[in-house]
C-alpha cells in the first residue's frame, strides 16, 4: 500500500523521500527511510525551525547593534546555506529576510562607524583634557604650591590616564605617543621642582637647627645669672622667633631645651616676686593704715590742716612702697580721692580769695618735686632691671604727683 504526506511547503512519500516546494517545482531535501512520511516530513521542517531560529537570531543581533562585520559574515554563511537547504518551509522568505540584512549591514556599519568616531573624538578630548589639567600644575609657582596636595593631584591624574588608556578606545598611535609626551614632560617637571624644593627646605632647616643650637647654647649661659639673665632671655627669644623652622620633631626638640634654659632664669625671678610679694603685703597693710588716716581728710573744714595732713600721708605713702599689682589701682583711688577733693577745696579756695599762691604752695611744691624725682629713679631703675610691673606701678604715682603738681604751680 502507497502512503504520501504532504503539507504546504513540503511532501514525503512512502520510502521516506521528503520534498520542498520552491515556487512551481518541487526539489529533493532527503530521505528518512526508518520512520512514517509524517515523521519523515517533520524531521526536516524542524531542520526549517532551526534555519529560521538562525535568521531570526542574527535579525536581533543586527537590531541591537552588534560589529557589522560580524553582522555581515553572518549574512554570507545563511546566504550559503540557504542556498540549497535541506529543510522544509517557506525557503524563499527565510532568503528575503536575509537579503535584507544586507542593507541592515551597510547601514549598522555606517552608524557604527560613526560612533566609533565620535568615541575616539570624546577619548581624545577627555585624555588631552587630563594632559591638560596636569600641565596647569605644572605652570604653578613652585614656591606656592602645596607639595602634599600637588602630590596627590598628579597620581590622581596618573591614575586617570592608566584607566582611560586600559578601558578607553585605542587612540591613533601618533596622537597617543604626543599626549603622553607632553603627560610625561609635566610630571617630570613638577617632580623636579617638588625635589628642588625639599632640598631648599632641608637646607633650610640645617640652617636654622645651627642658629637655634648656639641660642640654646648662649641661654644656658645666663642661667648662673638669675633674674639679671632675663633681659638677655627675652633678646634671644627675639632672635629664636626669626631663626626660622628646623622641621616639626627638630623644633619641638630644640624648643624644649631652649625653654628649659629660661625656665631656670625665670625660676630665680619668682623666686625673687614671692619675697617682693610677702614685702608688698606688709606694704599695703601700711597703706591701708595711712587711707584709714586720710580719708577724714575730706570732712576737715580747715583748709590748711587739710593739706597739710594730707602732705604728711602722701610723704609717708611714697615712704612706704609697692603693694601688690592686683591691690594698686583700688588702693590708689582711694587716696586719690582724698587728691582730688583737697586740690578741688583750694582751688575754690584760690579763686575765691585770691591769696599769695607762691608763698602757699611753695613747701607742697618742693615736696611734690622731690616725690616726683624720686619716683622717677625709681621707674628708671626698673626698666634697666627689666622689671615692668615695678616701672608701671612707679608711673602710675608719677601720674597722680604730676596732676597735683600741675595744680599747685
Do not use: C
Not at 524542524?46 to 529560521?52: A, C, N
Not at 549591514?105 to 585624555?127: F, G, N, P, W, Y
Not at 587630563?130 to 606656592?144: K, T
Not at 602757699?360 to 632691671?385: D, F, N
Request: glycine share 4%; aromatic share 6%; proline share 3%.
Amino acid at each position: 500500500m502507497t502512503e504520501t504526506q504532504e503539507q504546504p511547503w513540503g511532501r514525503a512519500d512512502e520510502t521516506g523521500t521528503v520534498f520542498v516546494r520552491e515556487g512551481e517545482s518541487w526539489r529533493e531535501v532527503g530521505q528518512f527511510p526508518d520512520g512514517t512520511p509524517e515523521e519523515a516530513l517533520a524531521y526536516f521542517e524542524r531542520k526549517y525551525v532551526d534555519l529560521e531560529g538562525q535568521v531570526t537570531l542574527l535579525e536581533q543581533r543586527a537590531k541591537r547593534g552588534a560589529p557589522a562585520a560580524d553582522i555581515a559574515k553572518a549574512v554570507a554563511s545563511l546566504q550559503e546555506t540557504l542556498r540549497e537547504p535541506n529543510a522544509v518551509g517557506d525557503i524563499a522568505a527565510l532568503r528575503s529576510r536575509v537579503d535584507a540584512l544586507d542593507t541592515t549591514v551597510d547601514e549598522l556599519s555606517e552608524q557604527q562607524q560613526e560612533e566609533a568616531k565620535q568615541a575616539l573624538d570624546q577619548a581624545i578630548a577627555h585624555r588631552t583634557g587630563i594632559v591638560e589639567s596636569i600641565e596647569q600644575l605644572a605652570s604653578q609657582d613652585p614656591a606656592r604650591v602645596q607639595w602634599k596636595q600637588m602630590t596627590a593631584q598628579v597620581n590622581e591624574l596618573f591614575a586617570q590616564w592608566q584607566a582611560h588608556q586600559q578601558e578607553g578606545p585605542r587612540l591613533p598611535k601618533g596622537q597617543a605617543n604626543a599626549l603622553w609626551k607632553r603627560f610625561r614632560t609635566a610630571r617630570t617637571h613638577i617632580e623636579q621642582e617638588r625635589r628642588a624644593f625639599f632640598a631648599q627646605l632641608d637646607a633650610q632647616h640645617r640652617e636654622a637647627k645651627q642658629r637655634k643650637q648656639a641660642l640654646i647654647e648662649q641661654a644656658q649661659e645666663l642661667i648662673p645669672r638669675g633674674v639679671d639673665g632675663i633681659p638677655g632671655y627675652r633678646r634671644l627669644l627675639d632672635e629664636w622667633k626669626r631663626a626660622g623652622r628646623a622641621g616639626r620633631k627638630q623644633d619641638d626638640a630644640l624648643w624644649a631645651r631652649f625653654k628649659a634654659a629660661g625656665d631656670e632664669i625665670y625660676a630665680a625671678k619668682a623666686e625673687l616676686d614671692a619675697r617682693d610679694e610677702a614685702e608688698y603685703q606688709e606694704n599695703l597693710t601700711q597703706k591701708l593704715a595711712l587711707l584709714d588716716e586720710a580719708e577724714p581728710i575730706l570732712n576737715e573744714t580747715d583748709l590748711d590742716k587739710a593739706k597739710a595732713a594730707l602732705a604728711s600721708v602722701q610723704r609717708r605713702w611714697d615712704e612706704i612702697g609697692r603693694v601688690p599689682r592686683d591691690k594698686v589701682k583700688s588702693v590708689e583711688e582711694r587716696l586719690r580721692k582724698v587728691e582730688q577733693s583737697v586740690r578741688r577745696r583750694d582751688e575754690e579756695a584760690w579763686h575765691k580769695n585770691n591769696p599769695d599762691k607762691i608763698a602757699r604752695t611753695e613747701g607742697l611744691a618742693s615736696q611734690l618735686h622731690e616725690s616726683i624725682a624720686k619716683l622717677e629713679r625709681e621707674a628708671a631703675e626698673a626698666r634697666e632691671k627689666g622689671d615692668e610691673r615695678r616701672a608701671a606701678e612707679a608711673e602710675e604715682a608719677l601720674k597722680t604727683q604730676r596732676e597735683w603738681l600741675n595744680v599747685v604751680d
